[in-house]
């Protein structure tokens, strides 16, 4: 059946399989963390700074990554990003009194890179296997990707809790590692060869030294990836555990669902936002990035006035869902749009280190805001980041005024 597919196709099936598989191991592998940590008496905070080094490595994988793929080429990238987090899965399976919290935090940093070798070298692909008048296509696939993505990384989630309850944290975790061997092995023989490799030999210096627009939009993911993780990832769960008396199971459920329902939009995004080759697309991440910083202020207002707390927070938190979704799948079809062809890595890299640096900062103040001064305070800095980054994506130039200078 793959054989009567266009070469394109065939090679997007394979990147997003890829994709696919690594984002099941990556939440399911989150979850095990949480779950298992958590059972040896950590808080939520300490859990939570075990995923630092994943973070900040994060930014490092993204900013080198490019460059590798530029010079090495995508399909190496992607299956070094498979091997690494195989080597991640197999450090936890050492004897259960070596599972010290530095020794996980290295296995969560070799894991981080993996993440995001293989994320920079499945968006990049995507922009060589669409042609450039294609631009709805585009947006389509990578929305898709990303989308799904998402979708499959709360569904890891799930996954990671269930193969706890039914076999324990070794067998998830070799379960895990034997399925990612085999997908890495059918990589290393059906993706194409040096897919992504730049015509040219880029210099280290080039990593740092970007277009207009591409720093434009990687401010503007930094500020944005900064609001989501400033009260998603550390001060939400606390507060729910704490505050609501939720059971961990029913906190990691919720923001599992959370997260496959905010994958969902994603991939549906094309169809609520215009987007054309020539379309200004900046006024449209404006307007949806607007609508976006008024979530959280919103559920910030229901707080203070003392609203039902539990029915506020669901509401609130699928309104930002929502939102954020849209304007994420907006942004990533926009890095990969205004990237060049030639060397595209290198551009969508350097963007990725700065969502990487925007999750790793909104990680740090999640946890020291709230324990500070609470959820509240945390919905205010997110709505303040949130202005900053629609202020900063508003300055991106028409595209066909880009394509132009760059011809010349």
């Known amino acids: 059946m793959l054989a009567n597919l266009s070469p394109a196709i065939r090679q997007y099936i394979l990147v997003t399989g890829n994709y696919w598989a690594f984002t099941l191991t990556?939440?399911?592998?989150?979850?095990?963390?949480?779950?298992?940590?958590?059972?040896?008496?950590?808080?939520?905070?300490?859990?939570?700074?075990?995923?630092?080094?994943?973070?900040?490595?994060?930014?490092?994988?993204?900013?080198?990554?490019?460059?590798?793929?530029?010079?090495?080429?995508?399909?190496?990238?992607?299956?070094?990003?498979?091997?690494?987090?195989?080597?991640?899965?197999?450090?936890?399976?050492?004897?259960?009194?070596?599972?010290?919290?530095?020794?996980?935090?290295?296995?969560?940093?070799?894991?981080?890179?993996?993440?995001?070798?293989?994320?920079?070298?499945?968006?990049?692909?995507?922009?060589?296997?669409v042609p450039e008048a294609a631009q709805g296509q585009l947006y389509k696939w990578v929305a898709l990707l990303t989308g799904s993505k998402n979708t499959l990384k709360g569904i890891g989630f799930f996954l990671g809790g269930l193969l706890l309850t039914w076999i324990g944290f070794a067998g998830a975790v070799l379960a895990m590692a034997s399925m990612l061997t085999a997908v890495?092995?059918?990589?290393?023989?059906?993706?194409?060869?040096?897919?992504?490799?730049?015509?040219?030999?880029?210099?280290?210096?080039?990593?740092?030294?970007?277009?207009?627009?591409?720093?434009i939009l990687s401010g503007a993911r930094f500020l944005l990836f900064g609001a989501r993780d400033v009260w998603f990832v550390v001060a939400l769960p606390v507060f729910l555990a704490s505050q609501l008396n939720w059971d961990h199971w029913q906190v990691g459920s919720f923001l599992a669902l959370w997260i496959i329902g905010y994958g969902v939009v994603q991939g549906f995004a094309p169809r609520l936002t215009s987007v054309t080759a020539t379309h200004r697309t900046s006024n449209q991440a404006v307007m949806w990035g607007a609508l976006l910083t008024l979530s959280p202020l919103l559920l910030a207002v229901a707080l203070w006035q003392e609203v039902p707390i539990t029915p506020a927070i669901i509401v609130g938190l699928a309104l930002f869902?929502?939102?954020?979704?849209?304007?994420?799948?907006?942004?990533?079809?926009?890095?990969?749009?205004?990237?060049?062809?030639?060397?595209?890595?290198?551009?969508?890299?350097?963007?990725?280190?700065?969502?990487?640096?925007?999750?790793?900062?909104?990680?740090?103040?999640?946890?020291?805001?709230?324990?500070?001064?609470?959820?509240?305070?945390?919905?205010?800095?997110?709505g303040i980041l949130l202005a900053l980054s629609t202020l900063v994506v508003g300055q991106l130039p028409e595209r066909s005024a880009v394509l132009t200078s760059t011809d010349q």
């Open 321 to 382: 869902g929502l939102l954020f979704a849209i304007n994420s799948s907006l942004h990533s079809y926009l890095i990969v749009s205004y990237s060049r062809a030639d060397g595209v890595s290198l551009d969508v890299g350097f963007y990725y280190m700065a969502n990487a640096a925007g999750r790793l900062l909104g990680t740090v103040l999640s946890g020291w805001v709230y324990q500070q001064s609470g959820l509240l305070a945390c919905l205010v800095i997110s």
């Open 184 to 215: 890495w092995l059918s990589s290393l023989i059906f993706l194409k060869k040096d897919t992504g490799k730049a015509t040219f030999k880029p210099k280290f210096k080039e990593l740092f030294s970007k277009s207009r627009p591409i720093n």
């Open 26 to 129: 990556d939440g399911a592998l989150r979850m095990l963390v949480v779950l298992h940590f958590h059972q040896l008496g950590y808080t939520a905070l300490e859990v939570a700074m075990l995923f630092l080094f994943y973070e900040f490595f994060g930014v490092v994988t993204n900013l080198v990554g490019g460059y590798l793929g530029a010079r090495w080429g995508l399909n190496r990238t992607m299956n070094i990003g498979l091997g690494l987090q195989i080597v991640a899965l197999a450090m936890l399976l050492v004897p259960s009194h070596w599972l010290t919290v530095i020794w996980v935090m290295f296995a969560q940093a070799l894991s981080g890179i993996a993440k995001d070798l293989n994320k920079m070298s499945a968006k990049s692909t995507i922009k060589l296997l």
